[in-house]
């Protein structure tokens, strides 16, 4: 069956260091997405992909990058990363509307 | 700007039915989204309403009315695993999703 990984599903880090969640789909969907979700939030975009060699900012991009160089994969990267950057985190896909999410990875910044 | 509201939390009673309403306000609208979330857990899609009127599936409906910005996700016969958050989200012009903070609902037996 289809699915989306993601790894680690629990991870904690100190202030500053630079840290790389692993998103892997084998819907074979052209879109893939990164949020956050936080108490009070709904669950916030951070980046988004719509197919190999694209990617685009989402509302709070800001610390964040990611990669597209397959159809499989889009890693989410916290250059520098900080406290509040605390929180789960989710990938998903899709390749019309509605979104597939992965299990989710729970980050923690001390 | 856009927005989603929904309430916090709701309760309500094992074989009872409940209604969970969402309003929006959005640049533009492609329909709307109904997702479950148990604790801990990714959400699941539940339903999706792009045209006016009740969309019935199983146990679970939703309402869409367009001109009043509103859905609702109505929930029969509850189970204790109904015990979750139900997410709203709305599509907006650019075919981006803006979500709700989603709605507790707990179940008693």
């Known amino acids: 069956d289809a699915e989306i990984t993601q790894s680690p599903r629990h991870k904690i880090t100190e202030t500053g260091r630079q840290v790389t969640l692993a998103c892997h789909q084998t819907?074979?969907?052209?879109?893939m997405f990164w949020y956050r979700q936080d108490l009070g939030h709904g669950l916030r975009l951070i980046h988004y992909s719509y197919g190999v060699q694209d990617t685009n900012k989402g509302e709070v991009s800001d610390g964040y990058s990611v990669s597209r160089s397959n159809t499989e994969d889009l890693p989410l990267t916290l250059e520098s990363a900080a406290s509040s950057q605390t929180s789960v985190y989710f990938c998903a896909s899709s390749e019309v509307m509605w979104r597939s999410f992965g299990p989710g990875t729970r980050l923690t910044v001390t | 700007g856009q927005n989603i509201d929904q309430p916090t939390e709701m309760t309500a009673t094992e074989g009872a039915i409940v209604q969970i309403n969402c309003t929006y306000q959005?640049?533009?609208?492609?329909?709307l989204f109904w997702y479950q979330q148990h604790a801990g857990e990714a959400p699941t899609f539940l339903s999706y309403n792009v045209l006016d009127g009740l969309e019935e599936k199983g146990r679970f409906s939703s309402f869409l009315s367009r001109s009043k910005g509103y859905s609702y996700l109505l929930l029969k016969e509850l189970q204790m695993k109904d015990s979750a958050s139900y997410l709203c989200a709305v599509t907006d012009s650019n075919y981006q999703l803006i979500w709700g903070a989603g709605t507790k609902l707990i179940i008693k037996p």
């Open positions: 819907w074979n969907h052209n879109n």
């Open positions: 959005t640049s533009g609208f492609n329909g």
